[in-house]
């Protein structure tokens, strides 16, 4: 078995969608949209099989969870870009951005560099290497 695709809600499809296919290289599929729930969204692939579909509809309710505190549910996607000085520079790219880094880059426990980035939506994002 494997995952096949994470589902992320948005407010600003188009936007979410931007950034991940400018910061991550992310290949988009045709838009998708069903007129009579008014839902659209896109699947955004990466190198290799993973995918994100981001969607919009209204009434979605906004998330209430602050993304600089951790609750159950899912807590981050981590997005393995190669090596440390890939890790360093985009961390840093997407501060000068105006991008909210809340974990700085650094080796962990189980030996993996990584920094944490919000996306525009405030989803905890893991910038990796191994």
């Not at 600089?68 to 090596?83: E, M, V």
């Not at 920094?115 to 905890?124: E, F, H, K, Q, T």
Request: hydrophobic letters at 35%; aromatic letters at 12%; glycine letters at 6%.
């Amino acid at each position: 078995m494997r995952i096949n695709h994470i589902a992320i809600w948005t407010y600003d499809l188009e936007g979410l969608r931007n950034f991940y296919m400018h910061y991550f290289d992310a290949a988009s599929s045709s838009g998708y949209y069903n007129h009579s729930k008014e839902f659209r969204s896109y699947f955004l692939k990466f190198n290799g099989e993973c995918r994100i579909e981001i969607m919009e509809m209204p009434n979605i309710p906004k998330n209430r969870n602050n993304p600089l505190k951790q609750a159950t549910g899912l807590a981050h996607f981590a997005i393995d870009i190669g090596s440390r000085e890939k890790v360093d520079h985009l961390t840093q790219q997407l501060r000068e951005d105006g991008f909210r880094v809340i974990g700085e880059p650094r080796v962990t426990g189980d030996n993996y560099y990584e920094s944490i980035v919000l996306d525009p939506d405030g989803n905890r994002i893991e910038l990796m290497s191994l």
